[in-house]
């Protein structure tokens, strides 16, 4: 009996506000998964020892250590080079994190690790509506925006293993800050669920006497989600943040496809719950924004994995290479 027949990955995606993670097998299914919130520890040693407890019983499961190939991880500001989350701004665990290596020593089991929307890119193109193309470009709009970008079948992964953050491309010059980088402008600062609160928060600001099912919530009760449940009900000023955050998203969605000319453009994460209500924006302001030779080529589509299974697929996709 072949060992890798009944072997088994773990893949892990860290996000900005939840873990996700699942013990996969070598048909890629999923048999099972849990999650954590990310920031509720103030050290990553403690975040590993929580990851554990609740992790451990699931390997022990299907048989123990033994019978799994690896841990896969995928983080944010992670480098597959270096198994290091470095300066992740949405993460509470400040400057390099040495995780792969953390991880690899607390389970036993070889672990290796890249940028959570690298993984989630592998895991569409492996499993996903991606699945066959060889050029394409993944965006994640969570508690930030993440991309990862495939080239020739390939991830691009650059000299240093930081290529393709998306996010953080300035697409308003002197623009909104991002409290994380202190940088102005960036894609992030707008068009992820955080940057759909801040612009929530802008536009009654601006508009103090417009009535709106949004003033019956308080700014900590403010959320994408609050957002779309009031624009669904035909909120104006709902339905104005989302139609401004989609032309923000599709201009920069027009430069990105003017770089690397992708087959397909794969949207995911929460923010994809709000449906045509981001989509039809991103995609006129997309259209708009792009030369001639670019127009109506290019598929703007939501994964049809389920949210956090992308990720974690792509992620065990690491350490099936290895064997």
Same mark, same amino acid.
């Given at each position: 009996?072949?060992?890798?027949?009944?072997?088994?990955?773990?893949?892990?995606?860290?996000?900005?506000?939840?873990?996700?993670?699942?013990?996969?097998?070598?048909?890629?299914?999923?048999?099972?998964?849990?999650?954590?919130?990310?920031?509720?520890?103030?050290?990553?040693?403690?975040?590993?020892?929580?990851?554990?407890?609740?992790?451990?019983?699931?390997?022990?499961?299907?048989?123990?250590?033994?019978?799994?190939?690896?841990?896969?991880?995928?983080?944010?500001?992670?480098?597959?080079?270096?198994?290091?989350?470095?300066?992740?701004?949405?993460?509470?665990?400040?400057?390099?994190?040495?995780?792969?290596?953390?991880?690899?020593?607390?389970? *036993?089991?070889?672990? @290796?690790? $890249?940028?959570? =929307?690298? #993984?989630? &890119?592998? /895991?569409?193109?492996?499993?996903?509506?991606?699945?066959?193309?060889?050029?394409?470009?993944?965006?994640?709009?969570?508690?930030?925006?993440?991309?990862?970008?495939?080239?020739?079948?390939?991830?691009?992964?650059?000299?240093?293993?930081?290529?393709?953050?998306?996010?953080?491309?300035?697409?308003?010059?002197?623009?909104?800050?991002?409290? *994380?980088?202190?940088? @102005?402008? $960036?894609?992030? =600062?707008? #068009?992820? &669920?955080? /940057?759909?609160?801040?612009?929530?928060?802008?536009?009654?600001?601006?508009?103090?006497?417009?009535?709106?099912?949004?003033?019956?919530?308080?700014?900590?009760?403010?959320?994408?989600?609050?957002?779309?449940?009031?624009?669904?009900?035909?909120?104006?000023?709902?339905?104005?943040?989302?139609?401004?955050?989609?032309?923000?998203?599709?201009?920069?969605?027009?430069?990105?496809?003017?770089?690397?000319?992708?087959?397909?453009?794969?949207?995911?994460?929460?923010?994809?719950?709000?449906?045509?209500?981001?989509?039809?924006?991103?995609?006129?302001?997309?259209?708009?924004?792009?030369?001639?030779?670019?127009?109506?080529?290019?598929?703007?589509?939501?994964?049809?994995?389920?949210?956090?299974?992308?990720?974690?697929?792509?992620?065990?996709?690491?350490?099936?290479?290895?064997?």
């Amino acid at each position: 009996m072949a060992e890798t027949k009944h072997s088994f990955a773990v893949g892990i995606d860290i996000g900005g506000t939840t873990t996700k993670f699942g013990i996969v097998d070598s048909n890629g299914v999923i048999l099972e998964q849990s999650r954590i919130p990310t920031n509720q520890h103030e050290n990553a040693s403690d975040f590993i020892e929580e990851l554990y407890r609740i992790l451990k019983p699931m390997i022990d499961r299907q048989g123990g250590e033994k019978n799994f190939v690896g841990v896969g991880v995928g983080a944010p500001n992670g480098n597959y080079y270096s198994g290091t989350i470095e300066y992740a701004p949405n993460l509470k665990w400040k400057g390099i994190i040495p995780m792969a290596s953390l991880m690899q020593e607390k389970f *036993g089991l070889p672990t @290796k690790l $890249t940028n959570d =929307a690298n #993984a989630a &890119a592998v /895991g569409e193109m492996m499993y996903g509506c991606a699945k066959g193309m060889k050029h394409f470009i993944t965006i994640t709009l969570g508690t930030g925006v993440g991309s990862g970008i495939v080239i020739d079948g390939k991830i691009l992964l650059g000299h240093d293993g930081f290529a393709g953050e998306l996010g953080h491309t300035i697409i308003r010059h002197g623009g909104r800050i991002h409290k *994380g980088t202190g940088v @102005k402008g $960036t894609l992030e =600062a707008y #068009a992820s &669920a955080t /940057g759909v609160r801040e612009t929530a928060i802008e536009f009654l600001t601006q508009e103090p006497n417009a009535d709106s099912l949004l003033r019956n919530y308080s700014i900590d009760e403010l959320t994408s989600q609050t957002v779309y449940e009031c624009a669904i009900q035909g909120d104006r000023i709902a339905n104005k943040i989302f139609e401004f955050t989609g032309t923000i998203l599709g201009e920069a969605l027009a430069n990105f496809i003017m770089f690397s000319s992708p087959e397909a453009i794969v949207l995911f994460g929460g923010l994809t719950n709000a449906g045509d209500l981001i989509l039809n924006p991103t995609i006129q302001s997309m259209e708009a924004n792009l030369i001639q030779v670019f127009k109506n080529k290019v598929k703007v589509m939501f994964s049809n994995l389920k949210e956090a299974d992308a990720a974690i697929l792509g992620a065990s996709a690491l350490v099936w290479d290895n064997k």
